[in-house]
């Protein structure tokens, strides 16, 4: 079992950065492929980035392509999220989530096993 903790948000004006982490603890988080997800209210929850589990690949929205970057530093059971550039658009609560997966990422929320209690970025204009 896997535990997933979000951290890094908060309130940002448009233009500006911010870097969110998902600290996973249970067991090594490297061998599990991540994602970042995120929702606002009255809308499903909207994919925004993935990683495989040796980082070596990586698939972005095509809102967030450019402006946003996932990452990860499996010694420290650790993955990021640069988000640069930020727009009110990005404004959601922000989900990381996990599978237990060697070969790949996955951008479909019904394919990862594992979820955060999400993090709050809000960004004004």
């Known amino acids: 079992q896997v535990q997933l903790v979000e951290s890094g948000g908060g309130l940002v004006q448009a233009g500006g950065s911010l870097r969110l982490s998902c600290a996973a603890s249970?067991?090594?988080?490297?061998?599990?492929?991540a994602g970042w997800f995120r929702q606002v209210p009255k809308k499903e929850r909207e994919f925004v980035a993935a990683?495989?589990?040796?980082?070596?690949?990586?698939y972005y929205a095509d809102s967030v392509l450019g402006r946003f970057t996932i990452s990860r530093d499996n010694a420290k059971n650790t993955v990021f999220l640069q988000m640069n550039s930020l727009k009110p658009e990005d404004t959601a609560v922000y989900y990381c989530?996990?599978?237990?997966?060697?070969?790949?990422?996955?951008?479909?929320?019904?394919?990862?096993?594992?979820w955060g209690q999400g993090t709050q970025v809000t960004v004004s204009s």
């Open positions: 990683i495989s589990w040796s980082g070596g690949s990586t």
């Open positions: 249970g067991r090594t988080f490297s061998g599990y492929a």
């Open positions: 989530a996990g599978r237990y997966d060697l070969s790949s990422y996955y951008t479909a929320a019904l394919e990862y096993d594992y």
